[in-house]
């Protein structure tokens, strides 16, 4: 079965850099665009950044673009977020997205706050 697994979060101060990683399963990995999406506290989730099966292409949110980057290794099955001149507005619970077949498979996130 599918399987998406999300670490690297952590409490960071404004300014600083965390590279999320998630682990995929269960699924042939090269075919698939993968996206990270964020949830901060009493809002919905949002994407943040979507790449193409073979990471030729990428797609920022406004909010993230020229910060954060978004990349893959299929040899390795991960997807990763390297987040740099992290703000107290990145702090959400973030996580991976695998759309296929019509039907969308959710990691279980993990935490990033910002904060000093």
């Known amino acids: 079965q599918v399987q998406l697994v999300e670490s690297g979060g952590g409490l960071v101060q404004p300014g600083g850099s965390l590279r999320l990683s998630c682990a995929a399963s269960?699924?042939?990995?090269?075919?698939?665009?993968m996206t990270w999406y964020r949830q901060a506290p009493g809002k919905e989730r949002e994407l943040v950044a979507t790449i193409t099966s073979i990471g030729g292409s990428t797609n920022y949110a406004d909010s993230v673009k020229d910060r954060f980057t978004i990349s893959r290794d299929n040899a390795k099955k991960t997807v990763y977020l390297q987040m740099n001149s992290l703000k107290p507005e990145d702090t959400a619970v973030y996580y991976c997205k695998l759309r296929r077949y019509d039907m969308d498979y959710w990691g279980k996130g993990t935490l990033v706050t910002v904060s000093s």
């Open positions: 269960g699924f042939t990995f090269s075919s698939y665009a």
